[in-house]
Structure formats: C-alpha cells, structure tokens
C-alpha cells in the first residue's frame, strides 16, 4: 500500500541553525501539508500546498517556515532560524484530491532544538 | 472558526469492555469529521471519517462512530476493547475536501487486563 515517507525520523539542532525536513507524498496526490505536534499537546495545522504554491497557512507559518516541492517527489518544509520552541514533531500529509477525502500521514520526524 | 473538544485526556477501561471516547465540535459549515489513531512512536492513521449520509459510519478495528448534528457530537465506540486498542485517540473536523483538519487535544485509552 502507498504511503508517505518523512526523513530523517529524529533531527537534532542546535538554536540558530536552520533545518530542512523532508517529505515524500503518496505519488498520485495533489494536496500536501504540513503539521506539526508539541510534546503533550495537540497536532496543529503549519501550512497546506497545491498546485504549486501555499493554498493556506496558519499563524504559526511565520517568515521562518517555508514549503518547497523542489522536484515533483519531495516536499520539504525549511525552517529558517530554529529556536527552541520549534521542537516538536513534524507530520507531513497528502490527499488525491478525489472523493476519499482522507488524508495520509508520515510517520513524523522528531525535531530537537538544543 | 472551527474546533473540536475532546472529553477526557485518559481513558481506561477493562479488557473486553465498552471503549467510548467523546467528542464534540463547533462549525458554522457542515464539517467532516474524522478519527484518528496513533499508536506509541507513529504517524497518524485514519479509524474512520463521516462526509455525509450515513450518520453511523464504522472504521478500522471495530470502531465506530456517529454523527449527531443535533447535539454537535461524533463519539468514538468499540463494544470490546482489546489490548491492542491502547493508543491516543484524536477526533478532527476539516471544513472542505482536501482543507486543513483541525485536531482536539487527543484522548489517551489505556486497557486494563
């Protein structure tokens, strides 16, 4: 069965210093997102992509963030200046943008900004 | 806006018993609902979701859930939890195809042998 893969699984870096993380959706999917999850707390809404280009995003999307679908496979998502409330778990997710209305998710990558 | 509220962070039941994780939500739209499920160090994977129609709509797992529009409700069933099921729970609500899902704060089970 397709499903989405996010690498690398944990990530470590120090405040400062910027991340790229990497996503690779379900091949035939239109839709991309990212989100991300606070230890403890609840998964939030970063940004969503389609069609090349940021379809919305949410308050905490701020200049430091941003999405890149840079080959047709892979969707990144760039944080520019890590700072230490930036760790969390990060989830990517695409949907076909038919009828199942489903999105899939990756299996996360765990940013740790020290 | 909308939002969801999860009843409940833990939940424990017996083996073998009634699992019922409550869930509400605000929408101005007629929202489609969503259960998720993720099992310790995983990704999110979808128990089941309600678009429209059937207002009782059954998952993975022997879940199942039901949308009452009356009493902005859609909680999660199981007539017999196993082991298995213990997991967190996440009930979400999206206001259109393919837009962004909202998550509640998620409900953690925990089955008791």
């Known amino acids: 069965e397709p499903e989405v893969t996010q690498t690398p699984s944990h990530q470590v870096t120090q405040m400062g210093q910027e991340v790229i993380l990497r996503c690779v959706p379900i091949?035939?999917?239109?839709?991309f997102y990212w989100y991300r999850q606070i230890l403890g707390q609840k998964v939030e809404f970063l940004v969503s992509?389609?069609?090349?280009?940021?379809?919305?995003k949410s308050e905490i999307f701020d200049d430091q963030f941003s999405v890149e679908r840079p080959d047709g496979s892979n969707f990144t998502l760039k944080i520019r200046s890590t700072k230490l409330e930036d760790s969390a778990m990060y989830f990517c997710?695409?949907?076909?943008?038919?009828?199942?209305?489903?999105?899939?998710f990756g299996p996360g990558t765990r940013l740790t900004v020290t | 806006a909308q939002s969801v509220t999860q009843l409940g962070s833990h939940v424990s039941v017996s083996e073998g018993a009634l699992v019922l994780l409550r869930c509400n939500y605000s929408?101005?739209?007629?929202?489609?609902l969503f259960w998720y499920v993720q099992y310790p160090n995983q990704g999110l994977q979808l128990l089941l979701k309600?678009?429209?129609?059937?207002?009782l709509v059954k998952g993975i797992n022997g879940f199942e859930a039901e949308f009452k529009k009356s009493e902005t409700s859609f909680h999660l069933t199981k007539p017999s939890a196993h082991m298995s099921d213990a997991a967190e729970y996440f009930c979400?609500?999206?206001?259109?195809?393919?837009?962004?899902?909202?998550f509640g704060k998620g409900t953690r089970l925990h089955i008791l042998p």
């Open positions: 997710a695409s949907s076909s943008g038919q009828s199942s209305y489903e999105q899939y």
């Open positions: 091949s035939n999917h239109l839709y």
């Open positions: 992509f389609y069609n090349n280009e940021i379809s919305e």
């Open positions: 929408s101005s739209v007629p929202p489609y």
């Open positions: 309600y678009t429209t129609g059937a207002t």
């Open positions: 979400a609500v999206s206001p259109n195809r393919d837009d962004k899902i909202i």
